[in-house]
């Protein structure tokens, strides 16, 4: 009989095969996409940490080619940045300490302080892309960022969940993952070397 480890609720549950981690850490060579189809008017939840803000860094970033409709957060120039579609707002300052950002249309929460943010309803058709900058089309990996990630959650606009994202290492092998219960896909580093994995949460 299978054994499962029971994720945040109970709702969805994590491979017995696979060990679920405090966070997974990058360090500037490793990234990582998810979903092929993304609107502005989801909701995206992301917990994370930078363990470096001095310069440009990635933790959440969605661009079209031409670089006109965006969707990021960016720890850049002193600020956390969001966008939602075309500019970007400032909203705490930028620290090494733990966040949680939600990005829900006009509005950025970062640690319950609401942030306005422009939006506009838009859809990309590809992937948004953790811990690096990306150009649809484009062939180049930039601003990669040394960044913990504890969770990552998306919900459609009815607020449907439609992706889970949790860290964990496959426990064979210790291959570290982001593996999302909802659509039971692993997602592996897309780049070099390796993440980090942190303690083992039951």
């Known amino acids: 009989m299978a054994i499962f480890n029971t994720v945040y609720g109970g709702e969805y549950h994590l491979p ?44 959440l970033w969605m661009i079209k080619a031409d670089a006109s409709d965006k969707y990021w957060i960016n720890a850049y120039s002193w600020y956390f ?54 150009s649809n089309g484009d062939t180049l990996w930039q601003f990669l960022s040394s960044n913990k990630l504890y969770k990552l959650d998306i919900y459609d606009e009815n607020w449907v969940q439609i992706f889970n994202g949790v860290p964990c290492y496959r426990k064979s092998d210790s291959v570290i993952w982001m593996y999302d219960v909802i659509n039971k896909v692993f997602y592996t580093n897309q780049w070099s070397w390796t993440f980090t994995k942190w303690p083992d949460v039951n």
């Open 16 to 59: 017995w095969t696979y060990q679920k981690v405090e966070y997974i850490q990058s360090s500037w060579t490793q990234y990582f996409s998810v979903l092929n189809s993304f609107k502005t008017s989801y909701k995206t939840v992301i917990d994370f940490q930078m363990v470096t803000t001095w310069w440009d860094y990635i933790p």
């Open 81 to 134: 940045k969001v966008i939602s579609w075309r500019s970007w707002a400032n909203t705490k300052s930028e620290d090494k300490n733990r966040h949680t950002f939600i990005i829900d249309k006009s509005t950025a929460t970062v640690d319950w302080t609401n942030y306005s943010i422009n939006y506009v309803d838009a859809t990309f058709d590809f992937w948004i892309w953790v811990f690096a900058y990306h």
